[in-house]
Structures are given as C-alpha cells and as structure tokens.
C-alpha cells in the first residue's frame, strides 16, 4: 500500500477534471521524474485505459482510479496531493518530502545502485528518443543491461553504451568493471539469444 495522501479535496478536483476528459475509464498516474535526484518533479497525468504498466500500484479511490510509478513509490513516501482554494480560484499541490532523496548509498548491493543510477540518470536521457534500459544481472563486477524501446536496433546503441551509460556507471560505483549489452556474445559463459 503506498504511503501517499490524496485529499478529499484534491480527489473532487481531479474527478472533475477526469469527468470532462470524454474518455470512458479514465484516471490518473502518478510519477517521479528524476527521482532520487536534485531534479526531481512529481507529476500527475492523464492514464487512459492501457496506458498504466503492469508493475504500477493501484489505488482504487472513491471516483477514480489512481496508477502509482513502480519505481517512484518510495520517493512518493509521506507525499500528499492536496486541493486548496483562495480568492484567485484553486490549485492542486503536491508535496513529496522524500522526492529528492537518494534511496541507494555505498553499501546498498550493487544491482541497486546499478538500477537506481539507469532509473534517475540514464533512462530519462534516453527517453527521448523513445529508449530505454534496464539492468539483467551482474557477472562478476560486470553490468549486463537489456535496451528497450527506441534502443533496439538503433545504430548509436553500441557508442550510447561505452560513451554514456558505461561512463557514468564507473563514476558512480567503483568497483563495476564495465558494462555489456545482453545480446554481447563476447561473454561465454551465459549465452542470450
């Protein structure tokens, strides 16, 4: 169950706003860009039928459905989305104390720091252009990573992988080794295909 606090408030007005969106089943998703970071944001959007991801926390409110970010959730700890009223007309704010800090530090496992770094530096840049990439296991001190999305196939993949991700990796956890691709047949001993 997720730690965040949706007001009765904040529940009104956004049921309203699902309510003038013409789309049967509509409801909300809620995220962190860059989370863990000094640049995170939290965001609300629009989640239409299908768009929310399989791994997302479902929370069933009184007239909607809210889609919690798998990944985001414990930053969204002790958040709270709120609906205040003054003379200007409204706002909807949200306060996630815990957005900007780091869940991973020196001692945390180094597959979590590992996914934590894909997750808040790498994959928001790679986003843009419709990528992605997530971590498979680690043999001994080196990262296997899986590319998705925009990735697959795309002929910057390899240079994306030393220039950028492996680059940064090193930098943010010592003693990894490298990193490789899944399909990299250059590793005997676990073939992918």
Do not use: W
Request: hydrophobic share 35%; glycine share 8%; charged share 25%.
């Amino acid at each position: 169950m997720s730690a965040i606090t949706i007001t009765d408030a904040a529940q009104d007005y956004l049921a309203d706003l699902l309510s003038k969106q013409n789309s049967t089943g509509i409801s909300i998703r809620i995220f962190i860009t860059q989370p863990g970071t000094q640049y995170a944001e939290t965001c609300i959007a629009y989640c239409k039928p299908g768009e929310e991801k399989p791994e997302d926390t479902v929370l069933a409110l009184k007239s909607f459905t809210a889609y919690i970010d798998a990944f985001s959730e414990a930053f969204l700890d002790d958040a709270v989305v709120d609906y205040a009223t003054d003379r200007m007309g409204g706002q909807l704010t949200i306060k996630a104390p815990n957005a900007k800090v780091p869940m991973v530090n020196a001692d945390s496992p180094i597959n979590e720091r590992i996914s934590y770094y894909l997750q808040t530096e790498i994959n928001p840049g790679l986003a843009g252009h419709g990528g992605e990439v997530s971590l498979i296991e680690v043999i001994d001190d080196i990262a296997i990573l899986k590319f998705g999305g925009g990735c697959q196939g795309c002929g910057q993949a390899d240079v994306t992988l030393k220039e950028g991700i492996e680059k940064t990796l090193l930098e943010r956890i010592p003693e990894l080794k490298g990193v490789r691709d899944v399909t990299d047949h250059s590793i005997k001993e676990n073939a992918y295909y």
